[in-house]
């Protein structure tokens, strides 16, 4: 079983980290549904126990602490207000670039691209993040390409996501990814999703 963590802060943008929490735990769905092994364990991550106060106002009660997890397979970073107060968390963006070592994919939405490029795992790499924060991103010298216009960017194995909804979007490439396009149209399908166009990322 793979682990998926998703990290939580105070000020985190709900449907950043909520878009793709739908996603995993509809893959583990549609997969158990066909009578097969649900494949991820899904988790939400923070710094504490207590409750997370979102940006939206949203209030969420973590799965674990980070201090809990020395592993994982795949990392969502997601974005929101409190990015700028965590660019400054050292313990934060150490365990960060910890677990983004050993990752099979490391990824972000919105400016959650923030911390991977100051923790490291997102320096010298292509990267997209929400319209609104690009030029931002680009001025702190981290990155090696801030790409425009586009719902989500892969370079090797780190993947960024633009704004909010761009989430969704770039959970079920990753579920394409990890499982083959044919599971991930039928999870898309499964939440009644209906982007134009719809899932179409075969690479």
Same mark, same amino acid.
């Given at each position: +079983?793979?682990?998926?963590?998703?990290?939580?802060?105070? /000020?985190?943008?709900?449907?950043?980290?909520?878009?793709?929490?739908?996603?995993?735990?509809?893959?583990?769905?549609?997969?158990?549904?066909?009578?097969?092994?649900?494949?991820?364990?899904?988790? @939400?991550?923070?710094?504490?126990?207590?409750?997370?106060?979102?940006?939206?106002?949203?209030?969420?009660?973590?799965?674990?602490?980070?201090?809990?997890?020395?592993?994982?397979?795949?990392?969502?970073?997601?974005?929101?207000? /409190?990015?700028?107060?965590?660019?400054?968390?050292?313990?934060?963006?150490?365990?960060?670039?910890?677990?983004?070592?050993?990752?099979?994919?490391?990824?972000?939405?919105?400016?959650?691209? @923030?911390?991977?490029?100051?923790?490291?795992?997102?320096?010298?790499?292509?990267?997209?993040?929400?319209?609104?924060?690009?030029?931002?991103?680009?001025?702190?010298?981290?990155?090696?390409?801030?790409?425009? /216009?586009?719902?989500?960017?892969?370079?090797?194995?780190?993947?960024?996501?633009?704004?909010?909804?761009?989430?969704?979007? +770039?959970?079920?490439?990753?579920?394409?990814?990890?499982?083959?396009?044919?599971?991930?149209?039928?999870?898309?399908?499964? +939440?009644?999703?209906?982007?134009?166009?719809?899932?179409?990322?075969?690479?």
């Amino acid at each position: +079983m793979s682990r998926i963590g998703i990290l939580l802060f105070d /000020g985190v943008e709900e449907l950043d980290f909520v878009g793709p929490y739908e996603v995993f735990t509809m893959t583990n769905e549609v997969l158990g549904r066909a009578g097969e092994t649900r494949p991820h364990e899904i988790a @939400l991550l923070a710094e504490r126990e207590a409750p997370i106060v979102c940006a939206k106002g949203m209030r969420v009660i973590p799965h674990a602490t980070i201090a809990q997890n020395e592993s994982l397979d795949v990392l969502l970073v997601p974005g929101g207000q /409190g990015t700028r107060r965590e660019v400054e968390n050292t313990a934060l963006l150490n365990w960060i670039a910890r677990i983004s070592a050993d990752a099979q994919w490391v990824t972000s939405v919105c400016t959650g691209a @923030l911390l991977l490029a100051a923790a490291g795992p997102a320096r010298g790499k292509r990267v997209t993040t929400h319209w609104a924060f690009t030029e931002t991103l680009r001025a702190r010298g981290e990155v090696g390409e801030m790409l425009e /216009g586009v719902r989500y960017v892969r370079d090797g194995n780190l993947v960024t996501a633009a704004g909010v909804s761009a989430g969704i979007d +770039m959970a079920l490439w990753l579920v394409g990814q990890l499982h083959g396009a044919t599971v991930a149209r039928k999870v898309q399908r499964a +939440m009644e999703y209906d982007p134009a166009p719809p899932y179409a990322a075969e690479v």
